[in-house]
């Protein structure tokens, strides 16, 4: 959580000093029309992208299956948006890369593998995913004594001349 925090810190610390860096060699106008500039057609990327996915979620409900590459897809267009539509040329930047499909796919993998399935995990136990446990306890390090032989085991060994299912042991009529 402290490098998320971190991140999220650093980003705005280096946009000023990019938009620094650049208004002192192109003017300050100049950056700021700059600014601007990327963020407008950042922005009508972003809006053409949303409408091509809200189109591929549909086709894919309307075939029956379901749209999860999408739904994620339409997640990193929304915070994009919210790159692009924050002025400062780094923001700019992460936005056009989650924009842009060639870019993005990646991120959507990432993410997947790296956040999306620990967290169905954690929250399901396994199930989501198949990594289910259907032996033992996860963890426990023991070793399972299916024997009875063994010292602290829930399993015993009982022979045929012990076990009596119908009733009386005294019973010669088994």
Same mark, same amino acid.
């Given at each position: 959580?402290?490098? @998320? !925090?971190? +991140?999220?810190?650093? !980003?705005p610390?280096?946009?000023?000093?990019l938009?620094?860096a650049?208004?002192?060699?192109?003017g300050g @106008?100049e %950056? +700021?029309?700059? +600014?601007?500039? %990327?963020?407008? +057609?950042?922005?009508?990327?972003?809006?053409a992208?949303?409408?091509?996915t809200?189109?591929?979620?549909?086709?894919k409900?309307?075939?029956?299956e379901?749209?999860?590459?999408?739904? !994620?897809?339409?997640g990193?267009?929304?915070?994009?948006?919210?790159?692009?539509?924050?002025?400062?040329?780094?923001?700019?930047?992460?936005?056009l890369?989650?924009?842009?499909?060639?870019?993005r *796919?990646?991120?959507?993998?990432a993410?997947?593998?790296w956040?999306?399935?620990? *967290?169905?995990?954690?929250?399901?136990g $396994?199930?989501?995913? $198949?990594?289910v *446990?259907t032996?033992?306890?996860? $963890?426990?390090?023991?070793? !399972?004594?299916?024997?009875?032989?063994g $010292?602290?085991?829930?399993?015993?060994?009982?022979?045929d001349d012990? *076990?009596?299912?119908?009733?009386?042991s005294?019973?010669?009529?088994?």
């Amino acid at each position: 959580m402290l490098r @998320l !925090i971190a +991140v999220l810190l650093l !980003i705005p610390l280096l946009d000023i000093m990019l938009l620094l860096a650049v208004a002192g060699v192109i003017g300050g @106008l100049e %950056t +700021v029309l700059l +600014v601007v500039l %990327t963020a407008l +057609v950042g922005m009508l990327l972003a809006r053409a992208e949303g409408r091509h996915t809200i189109s591929k979620i549909q086709r894919k409900l309307a075939q029956g299956e379901p749209p999860t590459d999408e739904l !994620i897809d339409g997640g990193l267009l929304i915070a994009a948006g919210a790159f692009l539509l924050t002025p400062g040329l780094v923001t700019d930047l992460v936005g056009l890369l989650l924009v842009v499909p060639l870019t993005r *796919y990646p991120i959507r993998l990432a993410l997947k593998k790296w956040v999306i399935t620990p *967290y169905v995990d954690s929250k399901t136990g $396994g199930f989501a995913t $198949g990594e289910v *446990y259907t032996v033992g306890f996860p $963890g426990d390090g023991e070793r !399972i004594d299916f024997g009875g032989r063994g $010292g602290d085991s829930d399993t015993y060994d009982v022979g045929d001349d012990d *076990y009596d299912i119908g009733g009386d042991s005294t019973d010669d009529n088994r």
